[in-house]
């Protein structure tokens, strides 16, 4: 099994070679503006998680690590095992330049901030995990190419639910549109802010352990899944 998650950072060789000291140098310098931070090191930790993929797309490979004396399930497991230290080593990368470059900067004098702790970063691994875990079974059935336009698919049409979700509880709770009504929403973002940190400020250590807990358990299913669909795949 592990000879086939090496196999995987040997095919991705020259990306990482090329991938890590730049972002690296890219996170450091995000360290800075933690919003852009949270975009880099999410994107970051994704081309580790999955960078072999495109690789080996582009090489036609898969044919040949399927020619070996290896069952595809060990193949599909080896995969996730290779995205889950992917995503693990570049957000802890991430998150020991973010507290090394703000903790040595004078001008960050009050420390790292918020969105650079161990909590944001345990935050980002299940967004993370979620989406490898959308992923990889598309990935397994349709191949590269299919499944990158199914999985951004299936991405906007979350993004609008979530959206729509929200404006519909906010609708409820008697707060405007921010579309329909922009100049009331200004007035009443701030009221709205403090009532939402004062509700999740005791919940948040629970609500992240669920997060990340779901996050954990979506990938386990999202193996089993894409087992079964590469095993039945012709190829």
């Known amino acids: 099994m592990l000879s086939l998650v090496w196999k995987d950072v040997v095919a991705a060789r020259w990306l990482l070679l090329l991938v890590i000291p730049l972002g690296a140098v890219e996170l450091a310098v995000m360290s800075f503006t ?13 081309l580790l998680a999955l960078g072999s993929i495109p690789v080996e797309e582009y090489q036609r490979t898969e044919l040949l690590w399927n020619s070996l004396p ?3 399930g060990a193949f599909v497991t080896a995969r996730y095992l290779t995205a889950l230290v992917g ?10 330049l973010a507290q090394a470059v703000t903790r ?3 001008s960050a004098a009050d420390g790292p ?6 909590d944001a970063h345990a935050v980002m691994f299940g967004v993370l995990a979620f989406s490898v875990a959308a992923f990889l079974p598309l990935y397994f059935r349709f191949g590269a190419g299919r499944s990158l336009l ?3 698919a299936i991405a906007v049409a979350a993004l609008l639910v979530v959206s729509l979700l929200a404006q519909l509880i906010l609708s409820a709770e008697g707060y405007p549109s921010p579309i329909s009504d922009p100049e009331a929403w200004r007035t009443a973002a701030p009221a709205l802010m403090t009532q939402l940190a004062e509700w999740l400020t005791p919940r948040f250590w ?3 352990t669920l997060f990340v807990g779901a996050a954990v358990i979506a990938m386990g299913v999202s193996l089993l899944i894409s087992r079964r669909l590469y095993e039945a795949r012709d190829l």
């Open 150 to 152: 199914f999985f951004s």
């Open 113 to 118: 901030a918020a969105l650079l702790g161990l």
């Open 70 to 72: 290896v069952s595809r």
């Open 206 to 208: 629970r609500l992240l």
């Open 104 to 106: 040595l900067a004078s």
């Open 34 to 46: 933690p919003a852009f931070y949270v975009i880099a090191v999410l994107t970051f930790s994704a």
């Open 87 to 96: 995503m693990v080593a570049g957000l802890a990368l991430g998150w020991a």
